[in-house]
């Protein structure tokens, strides 16, 4: 089993940054592909953005060029950097694990919200 602990969202201006993160528990971290997933309201639940164990990245055309995911496997967490946040960036975002067995864990869910 595997926690993820998700914290960074919050309430944000249009064109404002955040930066979520996402603590995982054990030790077996750098085996995990991570990625970041969201839902808004009456939506289904997207991937925003993923990230190897290896470090490859791969991004939701919407989120493209403001937003990075990175990890830090000494830490045990991956990040999420968001800039230039839209209104449609609101939603709940939800840190996601796979082992290499095909087993899948989520975070609680972090509310990002983007209003003036």
């Known amino acids: 089993q595997v926690q993820l602990v998700e914290s960074g969202g919050g309430l944000v201006q249009p064109g404002g940054s955040l930066r979520l993160s996402c603590v995982a528990s054990?030790?077996?971290?750098?085996?995990?592909?991570m990625a970041w997933y969201r839902q808004a309201p009456e939506k289904q639940r997207e991937l925003v953005a993923g990230i190897s164990r290896g470090g490859s990245t791969k991004y939701v055309d919407s989120v493209k060029g403001r937003f990075t995911i990175s990890r830090d496997n000494v830490k045990n967490t991956v990040y999420l950097q968001m800039n230039s946040l839209k209104p449609e960036d609101t939603a709940v975002y939800y840190c996601?694990?796979?082992?290499?067995?095909?087993?899948?864990?989520w975070g609680q869910g972090s509310q990002v919200t983007v209003s003036s």
């Open positions: 054990g030790s077996m971290f750098r085996f995990y592909d």
């Open positions: 996601n694990a796979e082992s290499t067995y095909g087993s899948r864990y």
